[in-house]
């Protein structure tokens, strides 16, 4: 049974930081891409950043320079650490597992920055 669990989300302040973090079990972690997403309200869903199994990150415009994706392939677990945030990052923030054909969802964390 493939699971993903996030957890780090919470309230913040503008300015402030966060580190998400995504524990994966059923899966050979370490051969996925891991990626971030995040939904606001009344918007689609949207990705954030991924890292590969080779370990070469993409980020979306909006958070380069301010977010870091990393992963512990010892610890089954993918970070985002999340600096300078702004109100706009408010959102649901979702962990995603990809290889090939198959793609896995965790149940999500919720950010707000707020002041």
């Known amino acids: 049974q493939v699971q993903l669990v996030e957890s780090g989300g919470g309230l913040v302040q503008p300015g402030g930081s966060l580190r998400l973090s995504c524990a994966a079990s059923?899966?050979?972690?370490?051969?996925?891409?891991m990626g971030w997403y995040r939904q606001a309200p009344g918007k689609q869903r949207e990705l954030v950043a991924t890292?590969?199994?080779?370990?070469?990150?993409n980020y979306t415009d909006s958070v380069k320079g301010r977010f870091t994706i990393s992963r512990d392939n010892a610890e089954n677990t993918v970070y985002l650490q999340m600096n300078s945030l702004k109100p706009d990052d408010t959102a649901v923030y979702y962990c995603?597992?990809?290889?090939?054909?198959?793609?896995?969802w965790g149940q999500g964390t919720q950010v707000t920055v707020s002041a």
């Open positions: 995603r597992g990809q290889r090939a054909f198959s793609a896995y």
């Open positions: 059923g899966i050979t972690f370490s051969i996925y891409t």
């Open positions: 890292i590969t199994s080779a370990l070469r990150t």
